[in-house]
């Protein structure tokens, strides 16, 4: 029963971060977001008993989580006109 609650819990927690990502106006929160996204579902993945694919889910949320933020420094964040 315990793991029923956790998993929807998380669940709960990667639809409010998702939604959060997708209508979030700076574009750092939106990747903090989305790496929290990525957090949550690693919990997921682990508490569902399945280590492999957290751990894969680990490694592409860093990389493309570090990815994101190089290409957010390396671009202007000016405003548009």
Same mark, same amino acid.
């Given at each position: !029963? %315990? @793991?029923?609650?956790?998993?929807?819990?998380?669940? +709960?927690? !990667?639809?409010?971060?998702? &939604?959060?990502?997708?209508?979030? $106006? *700076?574009? /750092?929160? %939106? &990747?903090? !977001?989305?790496?929290?996204?990525?957090?949550?579902? +690693?919990?997921?993945?682990?508490?569902? $008993?399945?280590? *492999?694919?957290?751990?894969? @889910?680990?490694? +592409?949320?860093?990389?493309?989580?570090?990815?994101?933020? +190089?290409? /957010?420094? $390396?671009?202007? $964040?000016? %405003? %548009?006109?």
């Amino acid at each position: !029963m %315990s @793991e029923i609650l956790l998993l929807t819990f998380l669940l +709960v927690l !990667m639809v409010v971060t998702g &939604i959060t990502a997708l209508f979030a $106006r *700076d574009l /750092l929160a %939106s &990747i903090i !977001m989305f790496s929290a996204f990525s957090f949550f579902a +690693v919990l997921s993945y682990l508490s569902l $008993r399945a280590p *492999d694919v957290a751990f894969t @889910e680990a490694v +592409v949320g860093v990389v493309s989580t570090t990815f994101f933020i +190089v290409a /957010l420094k $390396r671009t202007d $964040r000016g %405003s %548009s006109r």
